[in-house]
């Protein structure tokens, strides 16, 4: 008797295993996660010379742990773990709500919209990066924005350009923002491979711009993009660097604009600062760093040397003020940024999330 019923315990276990695998298996494949490149994409990324042993590779030897912890259990330590003081704001952070549909297109400027998500206009063209309005996460629970800082959606975009994506992660690419602004968006520029997922989820393979390192693209007469090496990794689901990161340099109406992404210090950027003299205004990476992946986000202390290998004329520190992705105080970015204003000859914009910075090259 006794048997029997540790048999029918066991099957009941077993059961619930195998429903609970199903329902990951499952979910894994929702449209949010994306889908990983096939086809005629495959086969040009297999054809790319970053491309090695079946996945994206970084110039440099790059780990994405320096720690004896693998990249799952940090996640799940820093999900469960005590949250240290001052990760997250204990008031709502400084905003403005900006009529972006009323800017006149043809004024120069710049919106941020914290994280690593902002609108700048040069050339008559509105060129939005990594928008992340919906969430930045595949469930609603994780990576929950800061007070104060939600105040935006799709719905208050005007019509885009460019749509420019460094790369696939969550809080760089997200499904419910570009899905929204679907109707509105003439040309995408994204790495090689990350053109799947938006061939998935409804845009045509025309309005891709999909470029590799060192890959240049001309969609319109004046407006060029180069697609540049980044030190950093790929991925929504449980498969890493199928798709390419990267960095841009957009070259309008005789102005340059570094983007930078996400990504680690590296000899990357004098290699771009000599190919791109005069820059004008580079956007950095500065938050959401640790010592345990400092090869793959930028440390606090490579900012200045970051900025002065490509050459800079100005400087707009992102991927901070929004998400708390790291376990360093939510403030510390910013200290980071005025920092730099004082320690170095560079203008380092510091603007309040939703403000209108006008920018004009002197």
């Not at 040069?122 to 996460?137: E, H, N, S, T």
């Not at 240049?216 to 993009?225: H, I, K, L, M, Y």
């Not at 901070?320 to 510390?332: C, F, G, I, N, T």
């Not at 980071?336 to 309040?352: F, H, Q, T, W, Y």
Request: aromatic letters at 12%; proline letters at 7%; charged letters at 25%.
């Amino acid at each position: 008797m006794y048997r029997k019923k540790m048999v029918k315990i066991l099957f009941v276990i077993l059961c619930v295993m195998a429903v609970a695998v199903v329902a990951v298996i499952l979910f894994f494949q929702t449209p949010p996660f994306g889908r990983l490149p096939r086809g005629e994409r495959l086969e040009r990324i297999r054809r790319s010379p970053n491309f090695r042993d079946g996945e994206f590779r970084n110039q440099e030897p790059t780990s994405l742990m320096t720690s004896e912890k693998g990249r799952w259990e940090a996640m799940l330590d820093f999900v469960f773990k005590k949250s240290p003081e001052g990760l997250r704001p204990e008031h709502p952070v400084p905003s403005v709500k900006t009529d972006l549909r009323a800017l006149d297109p043809d004024r120069e400027l710049l919106v941020w919209f914290g994280h690593s998500s902002y609108l700048f206009q040069l050339g008559g063209k509105r060129i939005l990066v990594d928008p992340v309005f919906c969430g930045a996460a595949p469930v609603s629970f994780l990576n929950k924005p800061f007070p104060g800082t939600d105040i935006y959606s799709p719905e208050d975009m005007p019509d885009i350009d460019y749509l420019v994506i460094t790369h696939d992660h969550w809080d760089h690419l997200d499904y419910g923002t570009v899905t929204q602004l679907k109707g509105r968006v003439r040309k995408v520029v994204c790495p090689l491979g990350v053109g799947e997922h938006f061939e998935y989820w409804g845009y045509e393979p025309e309005r891709l711009v999909e470029l590799d390192w060192n890959e240049t693209a001309v969609p319109d007469s004046g407006f060029t993009v180069h697609c540049l090496p980044a030190r950093h990794f790929s991925g929504r689901g449980l498969r890493s660097n199928r798709t390419l990161w990267a960095s841009f340099l957009v070259e309008v109406a005789g102005r340059k604009v570094y983007i930078g992404g996400d990504g680690g210090y590296g000899a990357h950027y004098a290699g771009i600062g000599e190919r791109f003299p005069g820059i004008d205004l580079a956007v950095l990476e500065n938050g959401q760093y640790n010592v345990d992946w400092r090869y793959i986000h930028t440390l606090p202390k490579y900012l200045h040397a970051e900025a002065e290998a490509l050459g800079a004329k100005r400087v707009l520190t992102v991927h901070h003020s929004k998400y708390a992705l790291a376990r360093h105080r939510w403030d510390e970015p910013l200290e980071n940024a005025r920092k730099l204003a004082e320690d170095s000859s560079l203008e380092v914009l510091c603007p309040m999330i939703g403000e209108v910075v006008e920018w004009s090259v002197k």
